[in-house]
């Protein structure tokens, strides 16, 4: 067999050219990365150069390698699908789909995964790609494992799944069903505390208040590490997804419209960094100084970034306290409660979070009990939530914050919450109830026009033919997706944007970034279910929806998009142009898995992606 290690030069540490001389001070990178970076891009260079020669050495000993049974290159770590073999073991199934958070699953794609790779190290993430450079394959990348479409299946690809990147060697654990890997034990947290920044699994600076972690950490994992290193007084957090089991690394290259989104702005523009390996084995780090064109795409490129994150560094904020109010409506005062949201939104305070909701609240005595339930614990009639989530110092703060809000809430309400405690851990236990693992789902959004009329709902459900959009308001658009959910566990939701939505797409720094589509109204519907049978009806429901919904809107965000459903526009077109060029710079051949397969029809999945992914 040839030997892969014919030309280590591509593992030369790249980083900013003034990284180590004294001007590095003028960087916007704290120097603590730039050096981490440095310690880091040595040991994976010298790992590499380990695994070459013990290669050279196994195959001085055999001639004839069954890559079925044992593979040299890839990471030890690895599953591999036998190519004799039209049926998948349990095993491998288990390695391709186990982390799928959605159940509706093309397993049709199964054979065609070539491998699943758990890599531990840098060292191993380039191994993998120096592999399918050498066979032809292509890579496909997995954080959380929480994409609606499963992004990280792909035919005839090297499935990279990131569940283990930087855990301590120490620390065994089964990564089969199941998301969050890094805060499931004080081991992990205790090892930041024993080891330096480049060897941590998770490192917090304290003088820069910057945060570096793996890109399949969660977001509660995340801020769980926050709380438990900052002490009294000291408690930092980062504004992930809301729901807890999503991965970090998908999360931010889609923008990540994580907490407070509205006002703090997209997570994305809290990523000052990131260590990379390219399509060509490359270990780069990223940022607005260093590899500027890698930087701008992964901040909304998605799964099209054609490169593979292997660590963030992400700038906190002080964990505040939470308060909210709750508005819970029948659902035929739908159109009056989402006007007055949208109305008073402009006028609320800077820590708020506004959403309206539609679904059906569980009947039980605990509507929050955490065991599943059947459909027959639901309210067959939807109702209408309007919620204010308030992130502030205080109490008293907090009261004059939601106080006139809770003065103008329309008459009406079938139950309401005003003012009352909250965190970030009980917020994460509801968001999980919302999304029920093991289940089927469809998702789809859209950025609604902000030209529609604000002047409130018209009288008439649905739309006549000679309505314009000035006649129209956003309720209007709307009602049919909040009222006509097609499972009880299924929802609709309304998310205000604005005041966010009315700033140029900017990181802090005053750079562009590949993310481009916003507007003051975020819409999204997740319907869940459990039986395959149901997939025709409720999908059916979704592209129904938006054949309604599209005409209202200027765009849609990647998060919760699932492009087997419905073609969107997730970027501007300048920014689709340069995402193709970015792109046939950095991964020419195509290696990295886009985000579908080249299959019959794919090219035109995106039109707004022009089928280069």
């Given at each position: ?12 540490i790249t980083s900013h050219p003034s990284s180590f001389t004294s ?108 592999y399918a450079k050498a066979t032809g394959k292509r890579v496909s ?473």
């Open positions: 067999m040839e030997s892969l290690a014919q030309n280590l030069d591509h593992l030369t001007s590095s001070s003028s960087s916007s990178v704290p120097a603590w990365i730039l050096a981490c970076f440095a310690e880091r891009a040595a040991d994976a260079k010298a790992a590499a150069i380990n695994n070459h020669a013990s290669q050279e050495e196994k195959e001085a000993e055999h001639d004839q390698m069954d890559l079925d049974i044992v593979d040299p290159i890839l990471p030890r770590k690895t599953v591999l699908q036998s190519s004799s073999s039209s049926t998948p073991s349990d095993h491998f199934t288990q390695a391709v789909w186990g982390r799928v958070f959605n159940h509706r699953r093309d397993y049709s794609l199964t054979p065609h995964v070539h491998a699943v790779v758990h890599p531990r190290t840098t060292a191993e993430v380039i191994a993998v790609v120096e990348v997995r954080s959380g494992g929480h994409s609606w479409a499963a992004w990280s299946v792909r035919g005839d690809a090297i499935l990279v799944d990131l569940c283990e990147l930087e855990l301590p060697d120490t620390l065994k654990i089964d990564w089969f069903g199941h998301h969050g890997k890094y805060g499931c034990t004080e081991r992990v947290m205790d090892d930041s505390a024993e080891r330096e920044p480049a060897e941590a699994c998770v490192w917090y600076d304290e003088e820069s208040q910057v945060v570096a972690c793996p890109p399949s950490m969660t977001g509660q994992e995340l801020n769980d590490f926050l709380v438990w290193m900052g002490g009294s007084g000291k408690e930092r957090m980062f504004a992930g997804g809301h729901c807890p089991d999503v991965g970090l690394g998908g999360f931010l290259l889609q923008g990540g419209m994580g907490w407070n989104c509205k006002n703090w702005g997209w997570a994305c523009e809290s990523v000052i960094s990131m260590e990379v390996v390219t399509a060509n084995g490359q270990h780069l780090l990223i940022n607005n100084d260093s590899h500027p064109d890698l930087f701008w795409a992964a901040r909304g490129a998605g799964p099209g970034f054609p490169a593979i994150v292997t660590r963030l560094y992400l700038r906190t904020r002080p964990l505040l306290e939470m308060y909210q109010s709750l508005y819970f409506y029948p659902v035929s005062l739908f159109k009056k409660v989402l006007q007055w949201a949208i109305n008073i939104a402009p006028t609320c305070d800077p820590g708020m979070e506004i959403v309206c909701v539609s679904s059906h609240l569980r009947t039980s005595k605990n509507p929050y009990d955490p065991n599943p339930a059947k459909d027959s614990d639901y309210d067959p009639e939807p109702t209408i939530l309007a919620s204010f989530t308030l992130l502030t110092t205080s109490r008293s703060a907090a009261l004059a914050a939601l106080q006139p809000i809770h003065d103008l809430h329309p008459p009406g309400t079938k139950h309401l919450v005003f003012c009352q405690s909250t965190s970030l851990g009980q917020e994460y236990k509801q968001q999980l109830l919302a999304s029920p693992w093991g289940h089927r789902y469809c998702c789809d959004n859209a950025y609604i026009s902000n030209e529609l009329s604000s002047s409130g709902p018209s009288s008439s459900s649905g739309f006549a033919a000679h309505e314009t959009a000035e006649s129209i308001s956003v309720p209007d658009v709307l009602e049919k997706a909040f009222t006509t959910l097609p499972t009880v566990k299924s929802s609709a939701l309304w998310f205000s944007m604005s005041p966010r939505s009315r700033r140029p797409l900017l990181d802090p720094q005053g750079e562009p970034m590949a993310l481009s589509m916003q507007s003051d109204h975020y819409f999204a519907v997740y319907t869940v279910w459990s039986d395959e049978k149901d997939d025709e009806r409720c999908t059916g429901w979704v592209r129904d929806i938006f054949k309604g919904v599209e005409k209202y809107a200027v765009g849609s965000y990647l998060g919760d998009a699932d492009f087997r459903v419905r073609r969107a526009r997730f970027w501007s077109d300048e920014c689709a142009r340069k995402l193709r060029e970015v792109r046939k710079k950095w991964d020419p051949e195509g290696r990295m898995g886009g985000f579908c397969d080249d299959r019959k029809g794919d090219k035109e999945i995106l039109r707004n992606g022009g089928g280069w992914v």
